[in-house]
């Protein structure tokens, strides 16, 4: 007993985060949790975090239960009605001591819409809980052994030893739990209900036939006239249809031809006409990415499936399913971003290029009830700058999702090369080569530069998460003739020049004047004192014209 009391002490006190128990349970069964949490052995606390939240919740603190499903006794403690919200792990105040996996162990039953259901009721069963197929957390006893006034069978009923359910449709898809007079689950049933007969590609699908299956098919066109007639027999052991043979309960299937509009059918025994099935036309609908885009129909969501059929070339891609029975699935389609409408509706409010396509709201029995065709137009703009403008552009796509791309057209740049400048909704750190740079990021998905060179000029395309163009934005920049730092800086040279030569013609002029003046005194001094004012005249000028061989102008002033 103290080698089993150590062994357990060492994996849940001191063994390594690798040597975590794990736990798998059944879903509404219940777990006793090991000997060493109970109390007087354990006095500590004990904290729960599930696996779909990282909050931490107290359930045991000093031997009391602080949870409203664990018991605790000496030396026992049990969490019993578990569900999906009790997988996670169980701690104490320093690590993590065991993991508890939650698990479906539910038999698994199928009947089709329309038939009758019957499960067999054990003598220890004192409880029938039914709790519906999409929804874990809403549970109602159907049927109670000893208190038939608590019974809420709703179109169930107890029948001998049998629970019976007439006329099934997928409202009664779901658990059904038969728990004892303690509570503890004994059996667990998972019923699904799916259509008999079905529209298929192309055809009609009867699944489980039956005698009254027996009838005339008629395929008729947009106009009225008749396309295709089937005629099928079915009796016990074997059926007989055109050119086909199948077993009784076999599946049959009935091939269209193109020109179909729609399917009646005759039954043998009885002079009514029933319609089957009658061809959708879609309705047809043009976006661009970002716009919004819903489709919706008046069906009950237990009933309601959708369905994508994506767009690849000219031809459709392969079935998407992005509703089924009234739930949004996650991760079946490129197209990203679907929300759901009620009652039985699809939004996107940011649509992508791969949202391109087909979109069928179908029935139960996958008969389609509404139809769109959409086309998802790339986004293609012509933008004229000049150098010095600002420039901008944003498209309504999810950061996560956006990715732009430049390819220049700079003679220093080949127009083949591409430069990103946005991956998944962030700015690049590093534009090697590109002589444009300076770009601010814009919410949603954009970009905006406010001073442009001329090096900018080329085409920027928005690319989705699937590497699809959603838009393409092409600029042209147009050089200015002048630049005005250009103009400054010549305007400056030509006054530093100007002024130069001014002072430079000044300085010689003065120069020059006064060295005459003195050669002309030293050649003859009386000249000064002619009375004759003309002849005075004559000799100066004539000293002037022949300036003396020896002196020259100064070095930089024009002679």
Known sequence: MLLLYASVACVLFGGSSADVMVIEKCYGGYLNLPFIFAPPIFNGRLYFTPSNTASRQLVMDKGKSKHPRLKVKTGFVQFTDLTENDDGAFSNDEEDVFILNIKDCASKAMQY??????????????FLEFTPLHNRDQSTVLWNRTDPRANKGGRGRM??????????????????????????????IRLKVRGRILGVHNGLEINSMESTDSGTFEFIDPQGYLV????????????????????????????????????????????????????????????????????????????????????????????????????????????????????????????????NGRYEIRDQNNNTAFAVALEVEQIRRDKHRKAGEQFEFTLNLEPNSCNIDFFPESESQSGDSMINIVQ????????????????????????????????????????????????????????????????????????????????????????????????????????????????????????????????????????
């Open 159 to 188: 029948r001998r030893n049998e629970w019976v359910i007439d006329n099934l449709n997928h409202a009664d898809m779901g658990y059904y739990n038969f728990r004892a007079e303690d509570n503890t689950l004994l059996s667990s």
């Open 228 to 355: 295709q007639s089937v005629h099928l027999f079915v009796e016990p052991g074997f059926s007989r249809g055109t050119d086909q043979e199948r077993e009784y309960g076999e599946t049959h299937r009935m091939w269209l031809r193109q020109k179909t509009d729609y399917i009646e059918f005759r039954p043998k025994y009885n002079s009514s006409v029933i319609t089957l099935w009658k061809k959708v036309t879609p309705t047809y609908d043009r976006k661009r990415p970002g716009d919004r885009f819903h489709a919706t129909f008046n069906l009950d969501p237990n009933s309601c499936n959708i369905y994508f059929f994506p767009r690849s070339g000219s031809r459709p891609g392969k079935l998407k399913e992005i509703v089924r029975q009234g739930m949004l699935q996650e991760g079946e389609s490129d197209c990203l971003g679907f929300d759901l409408l009620m009652p039985c509706g699809i939004l996107n409010k940011a649509l992508q290029m791969s949202c």
């Open 113 to 126: 819409y329309g038939r009758m259901y019957t499960c067999v009721v054990s003598g220890k069963a004192e």
């Open 424 to 559: 998944q909704g962030r700015l690049a750190q590093r534009w090697d080569g590109l002589d444009c740079t300076g770009f601010d990021l814009l919410e949603p998905c954009g970009i905006s530069k406010a001073d442009l060179q001329v090096s900018c000029a080329g085409r920027y395309e928005i690319k989705d998460q699937n590497n699809n163009i959603a838009s393409v934005v092409s600029l042209e920049i147009e050089a200015l003739p002048y630049e005005p730092s250009h103009i400054g800086i010549g305007f400056g040279i030509f006054l530093s020049s100007l002024l130069c030569y001014c002072v430079k013609c000044c300085c010689c002029g003065k120069k020059s004047s006064k060295e005459d003046g003195s050669e002309t005194a030293a050649a003859d001094p009386g000249a000064q004192y002619q009375e004759n004012d003309n002849e005075a005249a004559e000799a100066g000028s004539h000293q002037l014209m022949q300036p003396s061989a020896v002196d020259q102008p100064p070095v930089g002033c024009l002679s």
